[in-house]
């Protein structure tokens, strides 16, 4: 059965502070890999997309790898700053046409 | 220009009522996705528009009725709903349903059910 875990569930730090977010699948043969933020109550923004061959992305302080053999996925952020409090939702597709979200995790950043 | 538009945001309709959800997107993509979250949980997926043929129905209740009228705009229709049906409908789409393409997503509508 293909599932994605994301833990923690919640995860609080002080401004400034490196944080990582992690992502466990349980299928390697993934076709690509899609980190997104959600506000609350609002619409996902996709963040950084990894395709299969990809063992890393970066845009901004944000820094996503992919390490299919350990079916692991990390969203590094740095420098963290108040404004990135939202809840981080990864999603996993593998053949076919879905994605499979994991549950999330929902991130403060104390000013 | 990378957006997908829903309306109404927020939509508040009684057990008996008949309404719709709208979705649009000018990125040329061919699917498109209906899903359903409710609070503190993930996105559940309800249904894929493909090239605007259905491919994908995940047992989604027959009070819960898409539409893909062309390859830019896919409704959800909605009739006689209860009130476990409260949730944000999102929609998204990709370039194409199979292969490894970033999904976009709408802001969503917030639905009531009374």
């Known amino acids: 059965k293909q599932e994605v875990t994301q833990i923690p569930a919640a995860l609080s730090v002080p401004e400034g502070e490196n944080l990582v977010l992690n992502c466990s699948f349980t299928?390697?043969?993934?076709?690509?890999l899609q980190w997104f933020r959600q506000d609350p109550g609002k619409g996902l923004t996709s963040l950084l997309l990894?395709?299969?061959?990809?063992r890393e992305q970066t845009s901004g302080r944000l820094n996503a790898s992919l390490d299919k053999s350990s079916g692991r996925s990390t969203l590094y952020i740095a420098a963290s700053q108040p404004g990135d409090s939202a809840t981080y939702l990864c999603?996993?597709?593998?053949?076919?046409?879905?994605?499979?979200f994991g549950t999330g995790t929902s991130l403060t950043v104390i000013p | 220009d990378t957006e997908v538009t829903q309306t109404p945001k927020h939509l508040v309709m009684g057990m008996t009522n008949k309404k719709s959800l709208k979705c649009e997107q000018h990125?040329?993509?061919?699917?498109m996705y209906w899903y359903k979250q409710k609070a503190k949980k993930p996105p559940e997926l309800m249904f894929v528009?493909?090239?605007?043929?259905?491919?994908i129905n995940e047992s989604v209740p027959s009070r819960f009725s898409p539409e893909c009228p062309n390859s830019s705009l896919l409704n959800l229709h909605l009739h006689a709903l209860q009130p476990e049906d409260s949730a944000l409908y999102l929609c998204?789409?990709?370039?194409?349903?199979?292969?490894?393409?970033?999904?976009?997503f709408g802001p969503g509508t917030r639905l009531t059910v009374t």
């Open positions: 998204a789409s990709s370039l194409s349903d199979s292969g490894p393409y970033e999904q976009y």
């Open positions: 299928d390697s043969a993934i076709y690509n």
């Open positions: 990894i395709q299969s061959s990809q």
């Open positions: 999603a996993v597709r593998w053949s076919g046409n879905q994605f499979y």
């Open positions: 990125m040329g993509h061919r699917a």
């Open positions: 528009y493909s090239y605007e043929k259905l491919s």
